[in-house]
């Protein structure tokens, strides 16, 4: 007698975020916050990295949050926004303040841990606006465990964004990539975006191209 094969496990699938995905993509974002690496335990808070790269998105910019889902959980996302400059206003409006509770005030310079460090970048969100990137409104961020990483899915990631972008009015998108991260440029040079200039940008490398 013929023993059944096993199920299949189906393919992960992009799709809408959803607000049960919040855990997710936060354990997400710290996982792969130091370079595309596992950032546990560098930071005291496990929440910090992600309260300003992932947690503003999802609150503010929910429509341009997508996950990849394996079935089980969400194993990687896009977040972003079409319009920088509005996203910036509500980070200052609507962001801050709700997490005063957590990062009353920003802390005096010098800054001594990471967590100092981020706390001081959710506190200026203006750092945002670079006034060469004025033709590229949009801008994301994306970010997978390694379990599925080099499949198609951050492809996939980014591409789900950029339609949605551009229907929400906008022509271009940006992002900035660590000048190291050698593997993340050739990703993204895969995808089409090019290398913005932009003076004084030390070791970050702004990229751009069409939503469409």
């Known amino acids: 007698m013929t023993s059944a094969p096993p199920p299949q496990t189906p393919p992960a699938v992009v799709r809408p975020y959803r607000e049960s995905d919040l855990a997710a993509v936060y354990d997400i974002c710290l996982r792969t916050a130091d370079g595309g690496g596992d950032a546990t335990g560098i930071y005291a808070s496990g929440d910090v990295v992600a309260d300003v790269y992932a947690g503003p998105y999802v609150h503010l910019e929910p429509d341009l949050a997508f996950v990849l889902d394996d079935g089980t959980r969400a194993v990687g996302y896009v977040v972003g926004t079409a319009d920088t400059e509005r996203f910036v206003r509500a980070c200052r409006d609507v962001w801050i303040p709700r997490l005063a509770h957590r990062y009353p005030a920003p802390p005096s310079p010098p800054l001594t841990t990471p967590d100092e460090e981020m706390v001081a970048l959710h506190h200026r969100p203006e750092r945002m606006l670079v006034p060469e990137l004025v033709d590229h409104p949009a801008h994301l961020h994306v970010d997978l465990l390694p379990s599925h990483q080099g499949a198609g899915h951050g492809r996939a990631l980014v591409e789900t964004f950029l339609a949605a972008a551009a229907r929400a009015g906008a022509p271009a998108v940006h992002l900035g990539v660590a000048t190291a991260n050698t593997r993340a440029r050739g990703?993204?040079?895969?995808?089409?975006?090019?290398?913005?200039?932009?003076?004084?940008?030390?070791?970050?490398?702004?990229?751009?191209?069409s939503t469409t």
Request: hydrophobic content about 40%; glycine content about 22%; charged content about 15%.
């Open 187 to 209: 990703f993204y040079d895969r995808l089409g975006f090019v290398q913005v200039p932009v003076p004084g940008a030390g070791g970050t490398a702004y990229l751009g191209r």
